[in-house]
């Protein structure tokens, strides 16, 4: 007996990180949480293109997503560094603090 999970969950599933991310994107202050919220809803969207490619059983589809999860580790890589070096000049990470045109 299969017990196959409908396509329906896991777009919710999807739609409920992506919400949650976009949310703490919008609130959060803090230039960490707002890497995170980004992760967190590209994230999501790889959850929706494994879902349409499990169902209509297309490998195209999760190709795609193995070279979204390579640039996302790239993008994260590239912005940690960014990320430390705001903080050592600007000793702080509140995203309402940093003047990057200011020095």
């Known amino acids: ?3 196959e999970v409908p396509i329906a ?4 599933l999807a739609a409920i990180l992506f919400s949650i991310g976009v949310g703490a994107f919008l609130i959060k202050r803090n230039v960490i ?3 995170m919220s980004i992760e967190l809803m590209l994230n999501a969207v790889n959850l929706t ?4 490619a499990h169902r ?7 190709i795609f997503v193995f ?3 390579v640039v ?3 993008e994260a890589a590239v912005g940690l560094a960014i990320i430390i070096a705001i903080f ?3 000793k702080t990470l509140n995203v309402d603090q940093i003047n990057l045109m200011h020095n």
């Open 1 to 3: 007996m299969s017990t």
């Open 9 to 12: 969950a896991y777009l919710i």
């Open 33 to 35: 949480s707002i890497f």
């Open 49 to 52: 293109f494994v879902a349409f």
């Open 56 to 62: 209509w059983h297309a490998v195209p589809g999760q």
């Open 67 to 69: 070279f979204v999860m």
């Open 72 to 74: 996302a580790a790239a």
């Open 88 to 90: 050592r000049t600007r």
